[in-house]
């Protein structure tokens, strides 16, 4: 029987995940802290559920969850070797996984373990990486969503992006989120519909302010004869190169194509 609070947790991911306002396929990932009864000394134990590495959050299924033991990943903190290491602590995550721990742990793992809040959303919102891609992204952060919403420089996934971000709330403790320079956004709540709540606000007073204030054309508009083919067109195309391209995916395995 899957643990309500993965439960929770899955059907979550599924809401997020099916709406490409929220999340681009296969980004981003989520999490939630709870209890379970350890099988070996039938007491209640802390564990983490995180989206694995790899997989989509709108098909996300129980077999796609890491399950972690949560003081393990956060006694790594004492063991963690400084960010010119962090790579080494990826491995070190299989060392926290409880039973047989589900999914693979995947690099963002360490964000969701260190925030101190029971439920995490980490996702790749075209609003979101809008404002983190932007030259004045941290003063945009600000005037968009004032003290709710925290800026964090851009810093590669990782160990220490996650301790940033657990500093940033536990010294923030008004804000909701975070949005991460050249990245996306990460939210946070005390409970699962809280943190969806918290993400879907994040996504949507970002993408309000950049359709009252953005450009109706920011790359320029269409230039003259590069306008886009008629459909027919278009899929004849498509079709004349999926051979190629199914050929280059089906190096190691063979693969199958869906266009879109």
């Not at 030259?135 to 990782?158: C, H, M, N, Q, Y």
Request: charged content about 20%; overall charge negative; glycine content about 12%.
């Amino acid at each position: 029987m899957t643990n309500p609070t993965a439960a929770n947790l899955i059907a979550r991911s599924n809401r997020l995940g099916a709406d490409p306002k929220n999340t681009n396929y296969a980004g981003g990932n989520t999490s939630a802290k709870g209890t379970e009864i350890d099988p070996v000394t039938g007491q209640p134990v802390e564990l983490l559920w995180v989206k694995g590495s790899g997989g989509d959050l709108g098909t996300l299924t129980e077999a796609g969850l890491a399950v972690l033991r949560l003081d393990r990943v956060r006694a790594l903190v004492d063991v963690y070797p400084g960010v010119e290491r962090e790579d080494e602590m990826v491995a070190a995550f299989d060392y926290c996984l409880h039973g047989k721990g589900g999914a693979a742990p995947s690099i963002d793992t360490a964000m969701h373990g260190l925030v101190d809040a029971p439920h995490v959303d980490h996702l790749h919102p075209d609003s979101g990486i809008a404002i983190a891609t932007a030259a004045d992204g941290e003063e945009l952060t600000t005037t968009i969503f004032g003290d709710r919403v925290v800026w964090v420089p851009w810093r590669r996934p990782g160990f220490q992006l996650g301790l940033d971000i657990a500093q940033i709330k536990a010294e923030n403790p008004q804000a909701i989120g975070t949005i991460l320079g050249g990245h996306g956004i990460t939210a946070w709540g005390d409970t699962s519909e809280e943190a969806e709540a918290n993400s879907l606000w994040m996504i949507d007073t970002a993408a309000a302010y950049i359709a009252e204030h953005g450009s109706p054309a920011p790359f320029g508009g269409t230039r003259s004869g590069f306008e886009a083919l008629p459909e027919p067109e278009r899929r004849a195309r498509a079709a004349a190169l999926a051979g190629t391209v199914r050929g280059l995916a089906s190096t190691d395995k063979p693969m199958v194509g869906h266009f879109t």
